[in-house]
């Protein structure tokens, strides 16, 4: 049995799901990512457990992968870290299709180890033809989390509004009436 996921953010695309298994809490910074439980807790949280196993070799693979999107998101078009994505996309292809639906897409890999990390990298590029500019980290200056922002408007701010837009919330509040207490 995989244990609970205990990360404060889960459910964003693939690629943003894998970045946040670093979190920061009670300001200590946490990795999901340290051993193969956490990789299975990880595959089972994005519905990838029934096509990957979590073993040491994915894990190191899928290590690759976050800290190539990390620094992707963080500066895009880094150089670096473009060849680094490259090369984890290089270990999976796509294979056209034609199933009683109609034409689909089966990813395939010459070592199935790369699966978890090709997969999220794979995520990136859609999101990237999707919505680049809605790839977004929290505003929060203690969160290190990542979400792809699906409002309507585009202008999400926080990981969670009740988490971090309260924070923030709460901080501006405290400013402004501490401030006017210290007149007093």
Not at 134 to 143: G, L, P, S, T, V
Not at 151 to 166: E, I, K, L, P
Request: proline share 7%; aromatic share 6%.
């Amino acid at each position: 049995m995989t244990a609970s996921d205990p990360r404060p953010l889960v459910g964003e695309p693939v690629c943003l799901d894998l970045l946040n298994t670093r979190w920061i809490e009670d300001g200590a910074p946490r990795d999901l990512l340290t051993g193969d439980d956490g990789l299975a807790v990880w595959l089972a949280s994005t519905g990838l457990d029934a096509r990957f196993r979590a073993d040491a070799p994915a894990l190191e693979h899928t290590l690759a992968a976050r800290d190539a999107l990390a620094a992707l998101v963080d500066a895009p078009g880094d150089k670096g870290a473009t060849a680094r994505l490259n090369a984890v996309l290089d270990h999976g292809r796509i294979r056209a299709t034609l199933t009683p639906e109609g034409p689909g897409e089966e990813p395939e890999f010459a070592d199935p180890s790369w699966g978890p990390a090709w997969t999220a990298a794979r995520d990136y590029l859609d999101l990237l033809r999707r919505a680049p500019d809605r790839i977004r980290a929290c505003a929060h200056e203690a969160c290190v989390l990542h979400f792809f922002d699906t409002s309507r408007n585009g202008t999400r701010r926080w990981c969670s509004m009740a988490v971090c837009g309260n924070r923030a919330k709460a901080s501006r509040h405290y400013a402004r009436t501490g401030a006017r207490g210290k007149e007093a």
